[in-house]
């Protein structure tokens, strides 16, 4: 099984996705926020899905269906509902990006 680990600290936010991520998250510096590097979102794990997406959602008829095939597609969509934060994906110069990854997975630091 994977963990969501950072896949790769040197993926840079490029500036134009910067300035997005922070009009999601007005007054935040980018330092305040977590961002995490998937090249897929297979890599956010098994774990995190059935600790944090199932635990969030567990009684919806879907996602019990789902639970042993672990729909990935639908697994960026979940990141984005259990928690406040942003999928951000780098489609302007990826030609390999689609709605499973690369992606940004960005959302505020827990004080």
């Known amino acids: 099984m994977k963990t969501g680990t950072l896949l790769n600290s040197t993926a840079e936010v490029p500036s134009r996705l910067r300035e997005e991520i922070q009009k999601h ?15 897929s979102v297979e890599d956010v794990g098994y774990e995190y899905f059935t600790q944090k997406v199932l635990s969030a959602c567990h009684d919806l008829e879907a996602v019990r269906y789902l639970e042993p095939f672990i729909s990935f597609v639908c697994l960026g969509e979940a990141l ?32």
């Open 25 to 39: 998250f007005p007054g935040r510096e980018i330092s305040d926020l977590s961002i995490r590097y998937y090249e």
């Open 80 to 111: 984005i509902l259990s928690e406040e934060g942003i999928v951000v994906y780098d489609t302007d110069e990826n030609d390999r990006c689609t709605e499973t990854g690369p992606f940004w997975f960005v959302k505020a630091k827990k004080a």
